[in-house]
């Protein structure tokens, strides 16, 4: 019995950094793609700013949501600024969400609608809207979009996606 715990013990002893290693990959490693689903990838993407600078392009393209195809104006990318969070569930304007943690100022609700590109990139085009409680769980359905549009679009890179565009 003794010789059995002591093995065990042997095993751990010898387990343990290996598996304390797995649980967290070296600083200098690089990050896998958080997702291979675009909308999970995107939830990190909102959820962790560590995740919106490793996938924000060094620059963003400013162009106008009325003529996407006409080239912008090209600005040096800040992943701080980012429109969409998530509160409670709920896609929300981020600037609203940060008044409603001062003062609890109502926050803005958006409507989200995710389109995959034919070259794999994804638009992501958000805008306040209305929404009206089903009654049932989190459940809300959209009463009408109010105020503008605006999008974002992640290009497919490298098995992944990285923020290059902001249409507004």
Partial sequence: MTSLFAAALAVATIISPVAAQGEGRPKNAPAACPSREFDRFFE???RSSDVRRRYTGSTIEERSIAAPQRPGAVRPATPERF???LFEYTWADATSVQRWEK???PITELSLDMTKLPNGSWRVKYQPAIFKDDGVGDSKTLVRKIGKPRAYIFASTGGCWKL???LK
């Fill in 83 to 85: 429109d969409i969070a």
């Fill in 164 to 166: 290059v565009q902001w």
């Fill in 103 to 105: 003062d609890h100022t």
């Fill in 44 to 46: 990190e993407f909102i």
